[in-house]
């Protein structure tokens, strides 16, 4: 990660807004008032990739109207104004917030992590809701700007966490809720990731290679600090694993995966982190990793602070598993410990009771599915309210992106103050809860 004099430029820029005299809780029928009746006119930004499964998603919704489309590739922007011939196409965001603001009502943001907070802050103080990708941004202070930002506006925002609104979590949570497993003790979250899927444990590459004549180079930087382009090593999706730009594993796929124990549990922020995986290079992010968090008791859970452990690049708690007979698993889940056994529960399986044999009788419920896309399409329109708002993704991006912070300082239990957002008996890791900023791109520029 770099360093640099303009790295609270983004705080600085949150707090911009209640100087521009926003109300700080706007009132409910302003709220009210906000919502679209009608069609909504959205812009697309960022359509390739995930971007092109989000617009297709929320174009679906019979009320959702495309009216712009948004990407820094002119070949993704070609490829999406086939399917929407009459929207406008920018290649610059910020052209899109200074000329169209007024055509439209509603963004979706599905671009690299180190740009939603610039564009999501841009859209949210322009009065637009916003469907925003997760992880929610790329460091904490941005998150809790951009969570701030969305309180002010009374905009509806809902993260990209699909899996919320799947049935297997569905499943997974009317079991939790019925109480088989009893109080939880402990929690393990494990992805396979990156898996080579993007690289990670790598130093910065040498060399430039040419920029192909469909990509703004300088415009995909954006916040992140100046390099050569190199061919297929960061756009598009390779970026992940790179500090500039990406979250890394637990930035990727802790929201997805963290998301059952912070929610089933309704947990507070956690108390301290440690990680005892390799520590990153000054590039990326490394190969693996394994976090320790503590997070405060309560109602739900036992023993004093409940243990939450985060593993990826395959790691996984493999002794616990075998404990419980668990046989093949998932390799991204989140297991709950509980008094009277535990809850394995998969964005991509349906969950189980274990051991399996004391829990043969209980039948696995088929769950609730609800469309992500279209329940922020429905709220945007007053109807009902999403279920991953801003202010419960920016909760669950902190919480995954600490894992990162603490990553820096292996082998350190970090004890963590959650309120004045620092680590009290480590002052160098707070330098890790935010990021320098580009010159020209400070976010109240745009
Ligand atoms: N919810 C999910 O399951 C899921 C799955 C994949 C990706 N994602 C998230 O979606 C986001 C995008 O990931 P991806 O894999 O699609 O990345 P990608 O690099 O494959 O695609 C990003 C798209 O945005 C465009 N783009 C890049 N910078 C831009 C900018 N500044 N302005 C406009 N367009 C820009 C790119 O040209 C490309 O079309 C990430 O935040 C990622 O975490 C979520």
Same mark, same amino acid.
């Given at each position: ?19 521009? $005299? ?28 995930? +971007? ?31 399917? /929407? ?11 899109? /917030?200074? #000329? ?12 690299? %992590? ?8 841009? =859209? ?38 699909? !899996? @919320?609104? #799947?049935? @297997? ?15 939880? @003790? ?8 990156? =898996? ?16 192909? %004549? ?9 916040? =992140? ?19 500039? /730009?990406? *979250? ?20 507070? =922020? ?5 990680? %005892?995986?390799?520590?990153? !290079? ?15 008791? !309560?109602?739900?859970? *036992? ?23 668990? $046989?093949?698993?998932?390799? !991204?889940?989140?297991?709950?410990? $509980? ?27 088929? $769950?609730?599915?609800? #469309? @992500?896309?279209?329940?922020?399409? %429905? ?5 009902? *309210? *999403? ?15 600490? +894992? #990162? ?34 010159? +020209?791109?400070? /976010?109240?520029?745009?």
């Amino acid at each position: 990660m770099s360093a640099g004099p303009s790295r609270r430029s983004i705080l600085s820029a949150a707090g911009g807004f209640a100087g521009a $005299g926003v109300l700080a809780r706007p009132l409910d029928f302003l709220r009210e008032r906000r919502r679209t009746r009608g069609l909504v006119r959205h812009a697309a930004i960022g359509v390739g990739g995930m +971007g092109a499964a989000d617009l297709e998603q929320l174009a679906s919704h019979g009320a959702m109207d495309v009216v712009a489309l948004c990407d820094v590739d002119s070949a993704h922007l070609a490829a999406a104004a086939k399917l /929407f011939p009459n929207a406008r196409a920018v290649r610059d965001w910020r052209e899109l /917030f200074r #000329n169209d603001a007024p055509v439209f009502d509603s963004v979706n943001a599905t671009i690299p %992590d180190h740009m939603h907070a610039p564009v999501m802050l841009a =859209a949210l103080r322009a009065g637009k809701h916003v469907y925003g990708q997760k992880p929610l941004t790329r460091t904490v202070a941005e998150a809790r700007a951009v969570a701030r930002a969305a309180r002010r506006a009374g905009s509806v925002t809902q993260m990209g966490i699909q !899996n @919320h609104s #799947n049935a @297997h979590y569905s499943a997974a949570l009317e079991l939790f809720r019925a109480g088989h497993i009893g109080r939880v @003790h402990a929690v393990h979250v494990w992805s396979d990731r990156p =898996a080579g899927w993007w690289p990670q444990g790598v130093e910065r590459a040498s060399g430039a290679d040419p920029v192909p %004549d469909t990509l703004a180079w300088n415009l995909w930087l954006g916040v =992140a600090p100046e390099r050569p382009y190199k061919k297929d090593l960061y756009h598009p999706f390779s970026w992940r694993g790179f500090a500039d /730009f990406g *979250t890394g594993a637990q930035g990727d796929m802790g929201c997805h995966l963290m998301d059952p124990a912070l929610w089933f549990l309704g947990l507070a =922020a956690p108390l301290s982190i440690r990680s %005892d995986g390799p520590p990153p !290079n000054d590039e990326s992010y490394p190969l693996w990793s394994r976090v320790r968090y503590e997070f405060p008791p !309560n109602a739900l859970t *036992t023993r004093g602070p409940l243990p939450l452990t985060w593993h990826d690049g395959g790691k996984a708690p493999k002794q616990e598993l075998e404990e419980l007979a668990a $046989g093949p698993v998932d390799p !991204n889940a989140c297991l709950f410990f $509980g008094e009277h056994g535990a809850l394995l529960a998969s964005p991509y399986l349906p969950p189980r009771l274990l051991p399996a044999e004391k829990f043969a009788a209980v039948p696995i419920p088929a $769950g609730t599915a609800v #469309n @992500h896309w279209h329940q922020y399409v %429905d709220a945007v329109r007053g109807k009902g *309210t *999403t279920s991953a708002p801003f202010e419960y993704a920016a909760f669950l991006t902190e919480v995954a992106l600490l +894992g #990162n912070v603490a990553l820096r300082f292996p082998h350190e239990t970090l004890a963590w103050d959650a309120k004045r957002m620092r680590f009290p008996e480590r002052p160098e890791a707070d330098w890790y809860l935010s990021s320098p900023v580009r010159k +020209g791109w400070d /976010f109240q520029e745009s």
